[in-house]
């Protein structure tokens, strides 16, 4: 079965630049998302189409796309953003989502 | 404004069956696909499955296809999850979700959660 690959974790100090990578196979053919969620809450889309911010979400968020990765850019991290983050994608088929196994954001 | 209320969760013994369901409400259902996606505890998001707004069509993880079946009644607003042959390893959080990914939007509504434990 098709599998996104993320790193278990991520530490910055506030106001630094963290960066979360995502690989798999089928991102040249399918769009990437990525999705924050905090503890005990329901995750939430940060990023669509790769790149797009959905409209309440912060600036500091952006994500980018070159070949078989995608990567997500918090820019000046805040306490408030130490969170869990996946990255979500499809199948070549585009029928079947996946999620990558997540990445741990801690803010030191 | 969009919501997503999920229900049914609860205690079942491994081998039996349980029924969840989503009540959608603040939006044209009828025009979203939708999708089931589960989080055992400690553990990353898993999506389980997917339907069409028509209910013609509908998709499966390969570890629950043949266990567990997807549905919808548009008149009623609803999203439902039959799960059958329950296994331990079926334990979590099941979130309902619209699935907007025809308009690359991806997962962008999410409901709060309903707990499901297989245990004996």
């Known amino acids: 079965s098709y599998e996104l690959t993320q790193p278990p974790s991520v530490s910055v100090s506030p106001g630094q630049t963290a960066r979360i990578t995502c690989s798999g196979d089928a991102l040249p053919k399918q769009y990437a998302y990525w999705y924050q969620q905090k503890p005990g809450q329901a995750p939430v889309l940060v990023i669509y189409k790769d790149s797009e911010r959905p409209s309440g979400i912060p600036e500091r968020f952006s994500g980018s796309s070159s070949g078989t990765t995608v990567t997500l850019t918090i820019s000046g991290v805040q306490a408030e953003d130490e969170a869990d983050y996946y990255c979500?994608?499809?199948?070549?088929?585009?029928?079947?989502?996946?999620f990558g196994g997540g990445t741990k954001l801690t803010v030191l | 404004e969009v919501q997503l209320v999920e229900s049914g969760g609860g205690l079942v013994q491994p081998g039996g069956s349980l029924r969840l369901s989503c009540a959608a409400s603040g939006f044209t259902f009828s025009s979203y696909w939708m999708s089931w996606v589960r989080q055992a505890p400690g553990k990353g998001l898993e999506w389980v499955a997917n339907?069409?707004?028509?209910?013609?069509?509908?998709y499966y993880v390969d570890s629950v296809k043949g266990r567990f079946t997807i549905s919808r009644d548009n008149a009623k607003n609803s999203l439902y999850l039959q799960m059958n042959s329950l296994r331990v390893e079926d334990t979590a959080v099941y979130y309902c979700?619209?699935?907007?990914?025809?308009?690359?939007?991806?997962?962008?509504?999410w409901g709060q959660g309903t707990l499901v434990t297989v245990s004996s």
């Open positions: 979500q994608s499809a199948d070549s088929s585009g029928t079947h989502r996946v």
């Open positions: 979700a619209r699935d907007d990914h025809g308009s690359t939007r991806g997962f962008d509504y």
């Open positions: 339907i069409k707004q028509d209910g013609s069509e509908e």
